[in-house]
């Protein structure tokens, strides 16, 4: 069995006090999902304050980002080798909003998908644990795209490693129009889209792909977790919003938990 997976993506938020009243409320109530793996991503600049209040918890942590080169001159980029450092065991790779901001400058998809596949090789060199993210567009939900878009990375990723190499990562479907939005695919929605990820994987190795963990992620709250959770092919969520509301995210943990 799959071990459940939560990761909260505090995105640009939080400040020295509020992120220690969430850390201090979730690790008291962390012995209700003892059994699942959790992690938490901050930004960059407080991952030393949720190492020191986290270590020997069980609640593990991550970056929302990390370079695709492992040192130079790449002002603002945080390498793969920095993050030991921090004791960092996870990091979200191509999340949708790290996207958007280079679908301004116009680059071609395929190109991004070479990116994350580049990130991801890095990353997993490294020790580390790669959440990579993959999802689609509104325009390309309303164009029907769903598996064109999921399919185009998931070929990138196993052209780039081979699909046994997926077995040190965790995927995260998270529809792009769902998120931050108040908008979540229907379990029944997510359960096929990731069904149709796992059967791609398995194509190449079945072994990979019967272990793989991946998760949902678009807008994930406590009233909807135990929804998806329950479907066969989601083990667990990414979430957003809901991560920096510590009632929520521990019930989020809670539905997982359940799924054991």
């Known amino acids: 069995m799959r071990k459940p997976l939560v990761a909260g993506n505090w995105k640009m938020n939080g400040t020295s006090a509020s992120n220690q009243k969430l850390l201090e409320n979730m690790l008291a109530s962390a012995a209700d999902f003892s059994g ?8 960059a600049v407080y991952l030393y304050q949720v190492k020191e209040a986290l270590t020997g918890s069980g609640i593990k942590w991550g970056t929302q980002n ?24 996870y990091t979200l790779i191509g999340h949708s909003e790290r996207r958007c901001l280079y679908d301004e400058l116009d680059i071609d998809q ?5 990116l994350v596949a580049e990130k ?14 993959i999802g689609e ?9 769903t598996e064109e878009v999921v399919l185009r990375l998931l070929d990138t990723l196993i052209a780039h490693q081979g699909a046994k190499a997926l077995s040190r990562t965790v995927l995260a479907y998270e529809p792009v129009w769902a998120i931050g939005t108040g908008k979540s695919a229907s379990p029944e929605w997510a359960q096929n889209v990731h069904q149709f990820m796992r059967e791609r994987v398995a194509k190449d190795d079945p072994e990979t792909a019967a272990n793989l963990r991946i998760l949902y992620g678009g807008s994930v709250k406590g009233n909807n977790a135990a929804s998806l959770f329950s479907k066969s092919d989601i083990d667990g969520g990414l979430v957003g919003g809901a991560s920096l509301i510590a009632d929520e995210f521990i019930k989020i943990c809670q539905a997982a938990a359940q799924q054991i």
Not at 36 to 43: G, L, S
Not at 69 to 84: D, F, H, K, N
């Open 36 to 43: 699942i793996d959790v992690a938490i991503f901050p930004p």
């Open 66 to 89: 990390v370079s695709s080169y492992l040192e130079g001159p790449y002002t603002g980029e945080i390498s793969a080798s920095m993050l030991p450092d921090f004791n960092a065991q």
């Open 110 to 114: 395929l190109v991004l998908d070479k």
């Open 120 to 133: 991801y090789q890095r990353a997993a060199a490294s020790g580390l644990t790669p959440i990579i993210c």
């Open 137 to 145: 567009t509104p325009q390309e939900h309303d164009q029907g795209k």
